[in-house]
């Protein structure tokens, strides 16, 4: 178990009901272009009686609230030894999918049903089998949330830590709460980073994100990568913010992450897709990239 679980309370460890109410969020903040005329009605995204916003705001004042420079390197050191457990992908699987909340059972569709649809959905506009499998892998750093990490630490739009805080980033006015926003040295618009430094240089937030890239790292190619580190970086792919820290070869990825982001918010679908017939597929294409086991 880990030692940051007992530092808070359960509250505080899961303000939301389900993960997926920062998804729903995120997706009311970028609603589908088609969406916005047909289907869902601008009213129904803009529901401001909606109780799952109180939660959702509760999130994002505990994220920006604990997520410190020096919160971050605990948690890299921590989880980037990757000593914690040894499983082949499709125990994996199964493992994140033990990741269930107290939102309606019946009416929310596992962990392992939403990469399904956002892989399938690639595959379907006919990418590359790689960014097929970044689909299938992007959320499996969820898992996080099992060695007992708070909701705030797993999901959530990640951002730079160390630096100044781009008011971009939703809910700028928790950041007044973090601990580094006393820190001189930290709120310069570089902070403790150089000038156009490259974000491989950066830290980000601790999440999923980070961890997923970590995991994968040396098993798909540098585009993929860019998707699975930075998906949740909104404020990056979405707001064009931080251009100060980037380099040319991150002005290059952007397009990639741009290219996956609809895929993982758009995808999702009441209907779970028929694993019987897909599984031959996703077996050989697991076995293509992926070693026999994932360490986390
Ligand atoms: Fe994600
Ligand atoms: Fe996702």
Redesign the pocket.
């Known amino acids: 178990m880990s030692a940051t679980r007992n530092e808070f309370t359960e509250k505080e460890v899961k303000p939301l009901k389900s993960l997926d109410e920062w998804?729903d969020a995120v997706l009311e903040r970028y609603p589908e272009p088609d969406s916005i005329a047909s289907s869902k009605s601008t009213d129904e995204y803009r529901n401001y009686d909606n109780p799952e916003r109180d939660t959702v705001r509760e999130f994002y004042r505990l994220n920006h609230t604990y997520q410190t420079y020096s919160f971050v390197l605990e948690k890299r050191a921590e989880y980037l030894k990757f000593d914690k457990k040894e499983m082949p992908v499709w125990e994996a699987f199964n493992f994140l999918n033990q990741l269930v909340d107290d939102s309606d059972p019946d009416t929310d569709l596992d962990q392992f049903q939403h990469l399904l649809q956002t892989s399938e959905a690639i595959r379907k506009d006919g990418h590359p089998d790689w960014m097929v499998l970044v689909g299938l892998m992007?959320?499996m750093?969820?898992v996080l949330c099992l060695f007992g990490e708070p909701q705030w630490a797993v999901?959530g739009d990640t951002f730079p830590v160390g630096c100044a805080y781009s008011n971009k980033v939703v809910y700028p006015e928790y950041f007044q709460n973090n601990p580094d926003y006393n820190v001189s040295e930290y709120q310069t618009e570089t902070g403790v980073y150089e000038r156009n430094c490259g974000l491989r240089n950066v830290h980000m937030s601790w999440g999923?994100?980070e961890y997923v890239y970590q995991m994968m790292k040396d098993h798909l190619p540098e585009p993929g990568l860019y998707m699975l580190r930075y998906?949740?970086f909104y404020a990056w792919h979405r707001e064009g913010e931080y251009d100060y820290l980037l380099d040319d070869h991150d002005r290059e990825m952007l397009k990639w992450v741009k290219l996956f982001n609809p895929y993982?918010l758009y995808s999702k679908n009441p209907e779970p897709p028929d694993w019987k017939k897909l599984r031959p597929y996703y077996e050989e294409l697991v076995a293509k990239y992926l070693p026999a086991t994932l360490k986390f």
């Open positions: 998804e992007h959320d750093g969820k999901v999923h994100d998906h949740s993982d």
